[in-house]
Structures are given as structure tokens and as C-alpha cells.
């Protein structure tokens, strides 16, 4: 039960950061293109990968945590279907070449950044896997 909780309540606070990024963004920058759902994801792409290489392979966390940060704040935090449905009224709105560029932007922004994710991630967990080793920590 406890796990269920930390993983709503995750969920909660994942589901309203987006909110204010896509509100704060939309703002900021307009509703033409929908630049705070990409921001969005993207930046869920690279912390998910980093926290699943770095933070998450730590013994230290409790896994109720990891779940609930993994699961709960970062799925409720990014949105594949907010993305497709966007990419969708772009290209039925006569938008082809932004809905293009979105779903592109997506696609090949959100790899190279899990990647930078993941090598920063595996970096810094085996310079802090040497120092407990060395008795640094």
C-alpha cells in the first residue's frame, strides 16, 4: 500500500510540474508549436535515463522510491499521447513541415538526450562505485 501511495502522489506532482512547464512555456512562446510538451519529454527522456544509470543503481535508494520516481513522477511528467495528439492537429491544421519537425525534433532530440543520460549516468556511478572502494565517501 505504501508503494501505491508514493507512486499517486509522484504521479500527482509529475502531472502538475508538466502542466506549469507546458502553461509557463505556452506563454512564453505561444501555442503555435507545441514547444512545452517537447521540452517536456526531452527533459524526461534524459533524467529518466540518467536516474536509471546513476541514482536508480545505487543500493542506497528504497525501491518503493525508484518506482515512484521512475513510474509516478516521470510517466505522469511526459506524455506520448499529449505528443501524438499535437502532432496530429499540426499536420490536420495544414502544419506539415512543423508537425514533421515535431515529431523529428522528438524522436531524435529524446534519443540523443537518454543517451547523454545514460553516459553521464554510467560515468558518475562508477567514479562514485571507485571512491566507496577507495573509502573516499
Known amino acids: 500500500m505504501k508503494r501505491f501511495l508514493m507512486i499517486g502522489t509522484a504521479g500527482v506532482l509529475g502531472a502538475l510540474c508538466r502542466y506549469f512547464v ?9 501555442a503555435d ?7 517536456v519529454n526531452l527533459s524526461g527522456c534524459f533524467v529518466l ?3 536509471t544509470t546513476y541514482l536508480f543503481r ?5 525501491t518503493d522510491l525508484v518506482v515512484a520516481i521512475g513510474t509516478g513522477f516521470l510517466g ?3 506524455t506520448f499521447s499529449t505528443f501524438t495528439l499535437e502532432a496530429v ?10 508537425a514533421v519537425t515535431y515529431v523529428g525534433l522528438s524522436f531524435l532530440a529524446g534519443n540523443l ?15 562514485k ?3 566507496v572502494k577507495e573509502g573516499d565517501v
Do not use: D, K, Q
Request: glycine share 14%.
Open 22 to 30: 507546458g502553461m509557463g512555456v505556452g506563454a512564453f512562446w505561444g
Open 33 to 39: 508549436f507545441p514547444l512545452g510538451t517537447l521540452l
Open 49 to 51: 535515463a540518467y536516474l
Open 58 to 62: 545505487l543500493t542506497i535508494l528504497n
Open 76 to 78: 505522469a511528467y511526459t
Open 89 to 98: 492537429r499540426l499536420f490536420e491544421s495544414g502544419h506539415a513541415i512543423s
Open 113 to 127: 538526450l537518454a543517451w547523454l543520460g545514460f553516459r553521464l549516468g554510467e560515468r558518475r556511478f562508477v567514479r
Open 129 to 131: 562505485r571507485e571512491a
